[in-house]
């Protein structure tokens, strides 16, 4: 039997680490890294990490609804960076890193522009939410080497400093949405 499944696709930084979080969530089936929102086909890894498509790094985000709803994935998504600073997270800094939810039909549309209205209104502090809504127009998947980088690269320099303590965080604030 099929499983119903539908996508979601996100920009909140760097793809390896939405990639390693994501990819722990039950009714997850599968996390993509890649590329949307710019202007030229088929982007590389290197010309979008210098800035030179407008595409931002994002993940695709394959889930069963029955399992995992949007609004859950929605609310994962803006408590697991910051959606407050403009072009950048943490040390990572451009426009390929900017907060934006690439939304695949209109409910997709309305939900997510909730979901950041209520963000919003919570005034987590005084910086405006920048997380641009915008459609999907298309998704290009990063390179096989960048896919579950994570996985892949445990023991990287990055990993271990940078999406490790991020991971031990969602982990702990997600625990109730983890696979087991």
């Known amino acids: 039997m099929n499983q119903p499944s539908s996508l979601a696709t996100f920009g909140s930084g760097c793809f390896w680490c939405a990639e390693a979080m994501f990819n722990d969530l039950r009714g997850v089936l599968k996390v993509t890294a890649g590329y949307a929102g710019g202007q030229s086909p088929n982007p590389t890894y290197a010309e979008v990490c210098d800035g030179q498509t407008g595409h931002v790094e994002v993940i695709q985000v394959k889930f069963n609804p029955q399992i995992i709803t949007y609004q ?15 072009n950048r997270q943490g040390h990572d800094v ?15 549309q309305q939900t997510a522009q909730a979901a950041k209205n209520r963000i919003a209104a919570e005034k987590i502090n005084d910086a405006p939410l920048v997380t641009a809504i915008e459609p999907l127009v298309k998704f290009y998947p990063a390179e096989p080497a960048q896919q579950n980088y994570y996985l892949n690269n445990p ?3 990055y990993c271990q400093l940078v999406i490790n303590p991020k991971l031990a965080k969602f982990r702990q604030k997600f625990a109730p949405l983890r696979k087991v």
């Open 72 to 86: 859950q994935l929605l609310e994962v998504f803006f408590l697991t960076h910051d959606p407050r600073q403009l």
């Open 94 to 108: 451009g426009e390929q890193y900017r907060s934006v939810i690439f939304y695949h039909d209109e409910l997709q």
């Open 155 to 157: 023991d990287q320099p």
